[in-house]
Protein backbone atom coordinates (compact mmCIF):
# COMPACT_ATOMS: atom_id res chain seq x y z
CA UNK A 1 0.00 0.00 0.00
CA UNK A 2 1.60 3.57 -0.58
CA UNK A 3 1.99 6.60 1.62
CA UNK A 4 -1.41 7.90 0.45
CA UNK A 5 -3.22 4.88 1.44
CA UNK A 6 -1.60 4.43 4.74
CA UNK A 7 -2.40 8.18 5.54
CA UNK A 8 -5.97 7.41 4.31
CA UNK A 9 -6.31 4.40 6.57
CA UNK A 10 -5.00 6.29 9.67
CA UNK A 11 -7.29 9.13 9.26
CA UNK A 12 -10.19 6.51 8.92
CA UNK A 13 -8.83 4.99 11.93
CA UNK A 14 -8.93 8.26 14.14
CA UNK A 15 -12.52 9.65 12.60
CA UNK A 16 -13.71 5.99 13.84
CA UNK A 17 -12.14 5.83 16.65
CA UNK A 18 -13.68 9.50 17.35
CA UNK A 19 -16.88 8.71 16.52
CA UNK A 20 -17.13 5.90 19.20
CA UNK A 21 -15.75 7.83 22.06
CA UNK A 22 -18.06 10.09 20.85
CA UNK A 23 -20.66 7.68 21.73
CA UNK A 24 -19.96 7.69 24.91
CA UNK A 25 -19.50 11.46 25.62
CA UNK A 26 -23.14 11.80 23.87
CA UNK A 27 -24.72 10.26 26.88
CA UNK A 28 -24.19 13.22 28.81
CA UNK A 29 -24.52 15.91 26.37
CA UNK A 30 -26.05 14.65 23.46
CA UNK A 31 -24.35 17.40 20.91
CA UNK A 32 -21.79 14.69 20.98
CA UNK A 33 -23.95 12.83 18.21
CA UNK A 34 -22.57 15.90 15.17
CA UNK A 35 -18.88 14.13 16.08
CA UNK A 36 -21.23 10.76 16.03
CA UNK A 37 -22.16 11.42 12.80
CA UNK A 38 -19.69 12.93 11.05
CA UNK A 39 -16.84 10.65 12.59
CA UNK A 40 -18.70 7.76 10.80
CA UNK A 41 -19.21 9.29 7.80
CA UNK A 42 -15.95 10.36 7.30
CA UNK A 43 -14.59 7.15 8.06
CA UNK A 44 -16.54 4.99 5.54
CA UNK A 45 -15.92 7.94 2.56
CA UNK A 46 -11.91 7.40 3.66
CA UNK A 47 -12.57 3.69 3.69
CA UNK A 48 -14.48 3.93 0.30
CA UNK A 49 -11.13 6.18 -1.14
CA UNK A 50 -8.64 3.15 -0.30
CA UNK A 51 -10.85 0.33 -1.62
CA UNK A 52 -11.27 2.55 -4.87
CA UNK A 53 -7.16 2.91 -4.99
CA UNK A 54 -6.70 -0.71 -5.11
CA UNK A 55 -5.80 -1.74 -1.33
CA UNK A 56 -7.24 -5.56 -0.80
CA UNK A 57 -10.54 -5.47 1.25
CA UNK A 58 -9.46 -7.99 4.20
CA UNK A 59 -6.39 -6.26 5.10
CA UNK A 60 -7.92 -2.43 5.44
CA UNK A 61 -10.73 -3.57 6.94
CA UNK A 62 -8.95 -5.97 9.69
CA UNK A 63 -6.26 -3.04 10.17
CA UNK A 64 -8.80 -0.86 10.66
CA UNK A 65 -10.96 -3.08 13.07
CA UNK A 66 -8.52 -4.18 14.84
CA UNK A 67 -6.91 -0.14 15.14
CA UNK A 68 -10.50 0.95 16.32
CA UNK A 69 -10.84 -1.98 19.04
CA UNK A 70 -7.32 -1.35 20.54
CA UNK A 71 -7.42 2.40 20.29
CA UNK A 72 -11.00 2.76 21.47
CA UNK A 73 -10.42 0.53 24.34
CA UNK A 74 -7.17 2.36 25.82
CA UNK A 75 -9.00 5.99 25.07
CA UNK A 76 -12.33 4.57 26.97
CA UNK A 77 -9.64 4.23 29.92
CA UNK A 78 -7.74 7.35 29.54
CA UNK A 79 -10.90 9.36 28.77
CA UNK A 80 -13.61 7.48 30.77
CA UNK A 81 -12.22 5.97 33.57
CA UNK A 82 -13.26 2.66 32.23
CA UNK A 83 -11.53 -0.34 33.17
CA UNK A 84 -9.35 -1.67 31.35
CA UNK A 85 -8.27 -5.60 32.49
CA UNK A 86 -5.51 -7.86 31.42
CA UNK A 87 -8.29 -10.04 29.67
CA UNK A 88 -9.23 -7.24 27.78
CA UNK A 89 -5.74 -6.57 26.69
CA UNK A 90 -5.30 -10.12 25.59
CA UNK A 91 -8.13 -9.89 23.72
CA UNK A 92 -6.73 -7.03 21.55
CA UNK A 93 -3.65 -8.57 21.35
CA UNK A 94 -5.57 -11.79 19.83
CA UNK A 95 -7.23 -9.57 17.45
CA UNK A 96 -4.20 -7.88 16.19
CA UNK A 97 -2.96 -11.12 16.14
CA UNK A 98 -5.59 -12.09 13.72
CA UNK A 99 -5.14 -9.23 11.02
CA UNK A 100 -1.36 -10.34 11.16
CA UNK A 101 -2.25 -13.97 10.27
CA UNK A 102 -4.75 -12.66 7.57
CA UNK A 103 -2.11 -10.29 6.45
CA UNK A 104 0.29 -13.46 5.97
CA UNK A 105 -2.22 -15.52 4.50
CA UNK A 106 -3.12 -12.97 2.21
CA UNK A 107 0.45 -12.36 1.01
CA UNK A 108 1.18 -16.37 0.39
CA UNK A 109 -2.56 -17.07 -1.71
CA UNK A 110 -1.19 -13.89 -3.74
CA UNK A 111 2.47 -15.34 -4.78
CA UNK A 112 0.40 -18.84 -4.98
CA UNK A 113 -1.80 -16.91 -7.74
CA UNK A 114 1.34 -15.37 -9.24
CA UNK A 115 2.75 -18.36 -9.99
Known sequence: MSTRVWALLAAAITTEVAAS?????????PAWYAVVVAGYGASFVLLSMILRSGAPIGKTYGIWAAAGIALTAILG?????????????????LVIGGVVLVEVGSGRAARKVDI
Not at 22 to 28: G, I, N, R
Not at 77 to 93: D, H, K, R
Open 77 to 93: TAVFSEPLTVTMVAGIV
Open 21 to 29: LSLKAALDA
